[in-house]
T-cell receptor, first 114, second 113 residues
Framework: EAQVTQNPRYLITVTGKKLTVTCSQN?????MSWYRQDPGLGLRQIYY???????DKGDVPEGYKVSRKEKRNFPLILESPSPNQTSLYFC?????????????FGNGTRLTVT | GENVEQHPSTLSVQEGDSAVIKCTYS??????FPWYKQELGKGPQLIIDIRSNVGEKKDQRIAVTLNKTAKHFSLHITETQPEDSAVYFC????????????FGRGTSLIVHP
């Protein structure tokens, strides 16, 4: 089954404790991206990647890191989480093609930083 | 860059009524407009999309219309059912460009039985 898999689904942590949220897709998509969703703010892009070893900042990259060592995986790293990073996070992927391919989203990771 | 405005932020209808969600975009070069539905506890999923060479597209009870001159596009849901209750996002992007889609802020649709 074609899918984007995120882990974990729920995560509670404390300020400053490094964490990684994993994302994997099995559709051979070139493009992968991370979003955070907050009430009233919609989906805001954190980082994206157009292909292996190619990453770039989105609209809200501060406090986050990513890597794209393999085509299928795109982990999101919070080196020193803070309470303002409490949010619902989504990974998404798509073909690039002509730029008119829809995004496939994972089911989300709800992160709470205390 | 592109800016996408989406209205309303919340929409409450009775079962069987129609629902319309509207989006405007700023970049006249945008030419791909997908709509996503996000059910509770899940990620957004594509429900319909339209390209700028088409004015309207239908798929059963949902339809999308595009007015390139006015730079707005709308999602129409007819004969709404409780399972249509969800958050809907519009987006805009352009082929051959930076590709990155810009999302509206979402509309929470509530269908009352």
């Amino acid at each position: 089954e074609a899918q984007v898999t995120q882990n974990p689904r729920y995560l509670i942590t404390v300020t400053g404790k490094k964490l990684t949220v994993t994302c994997s897709q099995n559709m051979n998509h070139e493009y992968m991206s991370w979003y955070r969703q907050d009430p009233g703010l919609g989906l805001r892009q954190i980082y994206y990647s157009m292909n292996v070893e190619v990453t770039d900042k989105g609209d809200v990259p501060e406090g986050y890191k990513v890597s794209r060592k393999e085509k299928r995986n795109f982990p999101l790293i919070l080196e020193s989480p803070s309470p303002n990073q409490t949010s619902l996070y989504f990974c998404a992927s798509s073909f690039i093609g002509q730029g008119d391919s829809p995004l496939h989203f994972g089911n989300g990771t709800r992160l709470t930083v205390t | 860059g592109e800016n996408v405005e989406q209205h309303p932020s919340t929409l409450s209808v009775q079962e069987g009524d129609s629902a319309v969600i509207k989006c405007t975009y700023s970049d006249s070069a945008s030419n791909y407009f997908p709509w996503y539905k996000q059910e509770l506890g899940k990620g957004p999923q594509l429900i319909i999309d339209i390209r700028s060479n088409v004015g309207e597209k239908k798929d059963q009870r949902i339809a999308v219309t595009l007015n390139k001159t006015a730079k707005h596009f709308s999602l129409h849901i007819t004969e709404t059912q409780p399972e249509d209750s969800a958050v809907y996002f519009c987006a805009a992007s352009k082929t051959g460009g930076s590709y990155i889609p810009t999302f509206g802020r979402g509309t929470s649709l509530i269908v009352h039985p």
